[in-house]
């Protein structure tokens, strides 16, 4: 109650909108591109589509779609409670390929939960074991299930940081990598779990150089944040990686004195983030760079934790203004007994 009510407040208010624009300046603030999880319940009643993302939306704005298809993904939070109409539908358009995937929550909890773990059978009786199909958290997995996700094509992503602070373990990305899972990355929602992309990497990387045998090498856990989920929702055609014929969607991030560029990244953070581009495009990033790049963009100041960013805002967009953003968000939240987070914790 203590977060939805607040969000479903602003809801009605017509700041759907307002929030989604923050939760992208706050995606792409920890070095994301691409994002998944806005819903048409998010932007409120009122609102009238499309909303146009500063990055890629992949469930309501990617900019990806092929003629005739649908966004690249479906993103479900309660899989289990889908109506058998939808549920039909879903495999279906999967099996046609007019839906490239269909991103659910599942199997989260502790590794010894019997409720968390029946979910998975529930899946299968329901149809939805296919690929296309990607499953978020997955921590009452084993091999068995790893193995037979393998076989199916069906893909997993690893929140390891939330799964750490509510249930004292994580998924076993071990087995999983064994049996042959495409595994992805990716934070999970900030209460519990990180504020972005690269606060998530960089714990990822700090718990498998703690193991007496590390799971990933630096470098895999890179592709995990990049490649391997592109190729997960059918977009790596498209996007995740740098190649000729993809989209420039790219994050700079400044330099280490390690050496390494694939250490380097993974133990970054806003405050390292030189650039984020989408699309060929400087969205967020150092002001030497991004105005060096882009001198006739409308550049605005943002504080990210303890650094200072620039920011290009759509100027026909609700909120053109970062500071009229912030304010209004700030001030309502406030009235609501609640308050607005931070960019970063940095």
Known sequence: MALSEPHSLLVDQGLGPAMARFGEIKAMANGATSLAGLSAWDLGQTFKPPYVGLMRLLDVGSRLSKAGGLEPVRYEVTPLTLSEYDVSTIRSQLQSR???????????????????????????????????????????????????MAKLGVGLVWSPRSNFALYGATTDVADAKISGVQIAIAPDWSPTGSDGMLDELKYAAIWNASLEHPVFTEAELVSMATRIPAKLVGEDDAIGALAPGLFADLLVVRKGSGGDSFHDLTHSGPKEVEMVMVGGHPVLGSKRLVEAIDPDENWQGIRVGDSDKQLALPIGSDFPNWTALHETLERELEGVGSRLGPLSAD
């Open 98 to 148: 007019r839906l490239q995937s269909l991103v659910i929550h599942l199997g989260e909890g502790n590794p010894s939960d019997a409720s968390a773990s029946v979910e998975y059978r529930i899946l299968k009786a329901r149809g939805l074991l296919m690929r296309g199909v990607i499953l978020v958290h997955g921590d009452a997995l084993g091999r068995t299930q790893f193995d037979e």
